[in-house]
């Protein structure tokens, strides 16, 4: 039996530890996590939620610097490495965060074999001292896993010789996130989930919508960014569509499925800035398992991701962007082909179950190096 403990934020959410149940299930891994009380979002607190837990153990830690992405860590660990004896320690974090260098560093001194999670695709400038920990974090750990095949690149390009496993960092549920065809009248439904800011694509969508012809209602789930003139531009755009759009706001993730179901195509307008490009789209995931088409622009890894289950346009191509929308507007066998073949795809390559098999693997492999 494999003793793992994985140190993980992003834990907190309910559904991202399914895959943590999928891990247990396997019979050969015996799993802790590390996961704090709650994170912080600016002035927002998101409390950790709970959720089905059986089969493994849960250590709920308040971190130092809860809210910094890259300067928290848990001054509590070494109690927790020290009692749970791991073999090996998953560090669900980017190599340049303190949490990974401090928690390679305990796990180290306890014996136990290290891994990091990335999900950089892009090759940004690090400034000291988060240079130094990944420096050090590069030569301590035993692989790593990168979340896209890009970031994999730029863990090479930055030095990294270790193994390397292209593996997302969660699945979806394909129990929850399911297809529930039901007849539906009304006006031709397109969804947007995400901040209503530029790197996400949303005046690229809104001026797409401006000029589309026919019956249709865009629904969005989400929020604006902190930028009040990014917003104010936006609101300018939305009045512009009249009465033919509705903002939602967020959604639990459990609430998601359902909004999947009401909408007849989701699309991902991601745009790629000076620092950041799509790293994954895990919406786009969620909405293929429950079989509605996606269209998405060419930003990053949104093209692998959606792979046979929708369309693929230019970023920032407005007219490309009408004109897919349109092309699914009118043509309901397309819609059906494409959200079959996405829904068989998100379960074959994206269910809890695969990345968690995949993870498992790498595990052992790791282990088996160590000799």
Same mark, same amino acid.
């Given at each position: 039996m ?27 891994v ?36 809860? =809210? ?9 660990l ?11 320690v ?25 891994l990091?999670?990335t999900?950089q ?12 920990f ?17 970031a ?23 129990? %929850? ?41 865009l ?12 917003r ?24 998601m ?9 989701l *699309?991902?307008?991601?745009r ?21 088409p996606v269209?998405?622009?060419?930003? =990053? ?21 009408r004109g897919?929308?349109r ?12 959200g079959? %073949?996405?829904?068989?795809q ?8 695969? *990345? ?9 492999? %790791?282990? %088996?190096?160590?000799?």
């Amino acid at each position: 039996m494999l003793r793992v403990l994985m140190v993980s934020k992003a834990c907190y959410v309910a559904e991202y530890r399914k895959k943590l149940r999928a891990l247990v299930e396997t019979g050969d891994v015996e799993l802790g996590l590390v996961v704090p009380p709650f994170w912080r979002f600016g002035r927002d607190v998101a409390p950790f939620e709970p959720g089905d837990d059986e089969g493994y153990r849960v250590f709920i830690l308040p971190p130092r610097f809860n =809210g910094h992405v890259h300067l928290h860590y848990y001054p509590g660990l070494s109690r927790v490495l020290a009692e749970f004896k791991p073999d090996l320690v998953h560090l669900d974090e980017e190599p340049y965060d303190l949490v990974t260098f401090h928690g390679l560093r305990l796990a180290r001194r306890a014996g136990a074999v290290c891994l990091f999670f990335t999900w950089q695709n892009m090759l940004n400038p690090i400034p000291p001292p988060f240079s130094w920990f990944q420096r050090a974090v590069f030569a301590g750990v035993a692989g790593a896993i990168a979340g896209n095949l890009e970031a994999e690149q730029v863990l090479r390009r930055r030095g990294f010789t270790g193994p390397v496993a292209v593996i997302p960092q969660f699945g979806v549920d394909p129990e %929850l996130f399911r297809p529930e065809p039901r007849p539906r009248s009304g006006p031709f439904r397109v969804g947007f989930v995400g901040r209503l800011v530029p790197e996400k694509g949303a005046d690229w969508l809104l001026d797409a919508m401006a000029g589309l012809e026919g019956d249709w209602e865009l629904l969005i789930v989400g929020g604006f960014g902190s930028d009040p003139a990014v917003r104010r531009r936006i609101e300018g755009r939305l009045r512009e569509l009249g009465n033919r759009w509705r903002l939602l706001g967020p959604f639990a993730s459990a609430e998601m499925p359902e909004f999947y179901r009401s909408v007849d195509v989701l *699309v991902v307008p991601s745009r790629t800035g000076r620092r950041w490009k799509e790293q994954f789209g895990r919406v786009i995931v969620e909405a293929q398992a429950c079989g509605v088409p996606v269209i998405g622009s060419d930003s =990053g890894e949104v093209p692998r991701t959606i792979g046979d289950g929708g369309i693929v346009v230019p970023e920032g191509d407005i007219l490309g962007l009408r004109g897919a929308i349109r092309r699914l507007m009118l043509d309901p066998t397309l819609r059906q082909i494409l959200g079959q %073949l996405g829904q068989k795809q998100a379960v074959a390559r994206f269910s809890h179950r695969t *990345v968690a098999e995949q993870t498992r693997r790498f595990y052992h492999r %790791l282990i %088996l190096a160590r000799g």
